[in-house]
């Protein structure tokens, strides 16, 4: 005994079907925009070679942060941070941009450096 299954082709969708499918595709497209961001950082943690180094956020300054391929470049102004001449073939970590926000990183693989922005921790939730 063979049973089938019959599932509708997508030339059977109603128009509230599609009015539908269209609200939710916006509404997933559209949530980080309203999800809560981090808050502001208070200092960044730099790990690199071994060694973990923490530098206020709200000072500016270049940093330069050793690492196996040679020397990157990190840049604090008006509480941003983002790296700059990093040795690195592919730039990726000098693409990430700027980070502010407790929770935010900037990792530089072939280098391994790591930055990480500390500030106010935040609950997602309690479990009890």
């Known amino acids: 005994m063979r049973s089938e299954i019959n599932i509708?082709?997508?030339?059977?969708?109603?128009?509230?079907?599609?009015?539908?499918?269209?609200?939710?595709?916006?509404?997933?497209?559209?949530?980080?925009?309203?999800?809560?961001a981090?808050?502001?950082?208070?200092?960044?943690?730099?790990?690199a070679m071994d060694s973990v180094?923490?530098?206020?956020?709200?000072?500016?300054?270049?940093?330069?942060?050793?690492?196996?391929?040679?020397?990157?470049?990190?840049v604090v102004e008006n509480g941003h941070a983002h790296l700059e001449n990093a040795p690195c073939p592919l730039k990726i970590c000098e693409a990430m941009g700027s980070i502010e926000r407790s929770g935010q990183v900037i990792v530089c693989l072939p280098n391994r450096i790591v930055v990480k922005v500390q500030g106010p921790e935040e609950v997602d939730a309690v479990s009890r």
Do not use: K
């Open 8 to 36: 509708a082709p997508l030339s059977r969708l109603r128009f509230a079907d599609g009015v539908l499918l269209l609200l939710l595709a916006a509404l997933t497209a559209l949530s980080p925009r309203f999800l809560p």
């Open 38 to 47: 981090g808050a502001i950082g208070e200092q960044l943690t730099v790990t």
């Open 53 to 74: 180094t923490e530098i206020p956020l709200g000072v500016d300054g270049r940093y330069q942060i050793p690492g196996p391929l040679g020397p990157a470049v990190l």
